[in-house]
């Protein structure tokens, strides 16, 4: 079965410094795959996807992400975290052979001054 | 101005009642999807549907049921079944012309049973 892990369920950082959020994936071919940021009580933001090309991927709000086939992992990185980075990011991966759409647990992300 | 709409914000249910959430899209896509959301658990795929008239089980459908009459609506039935209701529902849309595309997500819904 397809799942996604992020082995992260919270991470302190302070703010100014970088951050990395994990992302792995099980799927039997390389699947489309997202993130997306939650701020408390509300939908969710796509921050950036991949689904073929360019291994490292550029999306809003200063955040990137890399594919490493090898790994099967899929990690969210932001060089410099501002206090407005506090929120709750989910992995997605989206099957090839339908529109089913399969979620992370996510990482809760506190920023500290 | 495009969107997905989902009401109501918060809703309270006695428990052993059916309770119905909307889910309103104005972005003409085809695949529309629930999932519910608990702490820690992040978002679980209760329903998604392809195209108007379909629909296929998520990963926890037990206790729900789900119509597709119109594009444009996909309605979620908590229904007296369902062990444990009280989450947050969260509706998304997405673009079936292109697999790689992104959901779009309403804002939610808060149900409690009491």
């Known amino acids: 079965a397809q799942s996604v892990t992020q082995p992260d369920i919270h991470i302190t950082v302070s703010e100014g410094a970088s951050l990395e959020l994990r992302c792995n994936y099980s799927y039997g071919a390389t699947p489309y795959l997202f993130w997306y940021v939650q701020s408390p009580g509300q939908g969710l933001q796509l921050l950036l996807k991949y689904f073929s090309g360019d291994t490292l991927v550029q999306g809003i709000k200063g955040f990137e992400a890399e594919f490493k086939r090898s790994q099967s992992s899929f990690n969210l990185r932001k060089p410099s975290v501002h206090w407005s980075d506090a929120a709750e990011y989910f992995c997605a991966v989206g099957h090839i052979n339908d529109y089913k759409l399969s979620f992370g647990a996510g990482t809760t992300v506190t920023v500290r001054a | 101005d495009g969107g997905i709409t989902q009401s109501p914000k918060y809703l309270f249910r006695k428990e052993g009642q059916n309770v119905t959430l909307s889910c309103e899209q104005n972005?003409?896509?085809?695949?529309m999807y629930w999932y519910r959301q608990d702490p820690g658990q992040g978002l679980r795929l209760i329903y998604y549907s392809q195209i108007v008239n379909d629909f296929q089980k998520g990963d926890i459908a037990e206790g729900y049921s789900v119509s597709r009459e119109k594009k444009e609506s996909f309605p979620l039935t908590v229904t007296s079944a369902q062990k444990n209701p009280t989450a947050f529902y969260l509706c998304?849309?997405?673009?079936?012309?292109?697999?790689?595309?992104?959901?779009?997500f309403g804002q939610g819904t808060r149900l409690t049973v009491v």
């Open positions: 972005l003409n896509h085809d695949a």
């Open positions: 998304a849309s997405r673009d079936r012309g292109l697999m790689n595309t992104e959901a779009f």
